[in-house]
């Protein structure tokens, strides 16, 4: 079992460009969740899906961000244009749902700098 | 919408001193609790959980929890800390009958484990 694997680990770019973080979710779970992690906000639930499908995105900040799960093997989260305020860390994590007491499994993250 | 509050930001600490970080929810119904652990420069790690049963959870490491309905707290604790144990530790809820593992987080709780 290979975990939760996102992709870069660090993206530095500059305020207009589009970023897109990627995650392959473990195999044979249902849930996937993208999450922000910032010092002055801590963890936030930007969305998730199930058999990728969107359920919840009421955390996405606006419209500049938008998420993808094509299939059950991979999702992207997009940002266009960024802005430095989107620097923060994106952790990907996903979970067996059918148990529903199962824990997340989160990701390494993707340290994001926007300049 | 539940929430979850950490009292403490920020607690430094020697080796083999006790340990116990608060954690307070608010939600009416039921609920599962979790406690994560995000060591540095590494993803969120699951500590313990509760879901039902006996109160006092013990997870890895030498931590448990104690979940106290009436005080609806979810208090972490470790009787003697290790260098190791110098982390961020993050408190989540979600509500039992929301599928798939919507976590709420607390804030964090950075620790800081002197030698």
């Known amino acids: 079992d290979a975990g939760v694997i996102q992709s870069p680990r660090h993206e530095v770019t500059e305020m207009g460009q589009e970023v897109t973080l990627r995650c392959k979710p473990i195999s044979g779970h249902d849930y996937l969740f993208w999450y922000r992690q910032t010092m002055m906000r801590g963890l936030e639930l930007l969305i998730y899906f199930n058999n990728n499908v969107p359920i919840d995105d009421s955390g996405m900040p606006e419209d500049r961000f938008s998420a993808k799960m094509p299939n059950a093997s991979f999702s992207t989260l997009k940002i266009q244009p960024s802005e430095p305020r989107d620097s923060a860390v994106y952790f990907c994590?996903?979970?067996?749902?059918?148990?529903?007491?199962?824990?997340?499994?989160f990701g390494n993250g993707t340290r994001l700098t926007v300049t | 919408a539940q929430s979850v509050s950490q009292h403490n930001h920020h607690v430094i600490l020697s080796e083999a001193a006790s340990l116990e970080l608060g954690c307070n929810y608010s939600y009416g119904g039921t609920v599962n609790l979790f406690w994560y652990v995000q060591y540095p420069g590494q993803h969120l790690q699951l500590l313990l959980k509760y879901f039902s049963g006996d109160p006092l959870v013990k997870g890895i490491k030498g931590f448990e929890a104690e979940f106290i309905k009436s005080k609806f707290s979810f208090n972490l604790r470790k009787p003697s800390v290790q260098w190791s144990d110098t982390a961020e530790y993050f408190c989540a809820v979600n509500a039992v009958k929301a599928a798939g593992n919507k976590l709420t987080f607390g804030g964090g709780t950075r620790v800081l484990v002197k030698p």
């Open positions: 994590a996903s979970s067996l749902g059918t148990e529903y007491n199962s824990p997340l499994h």
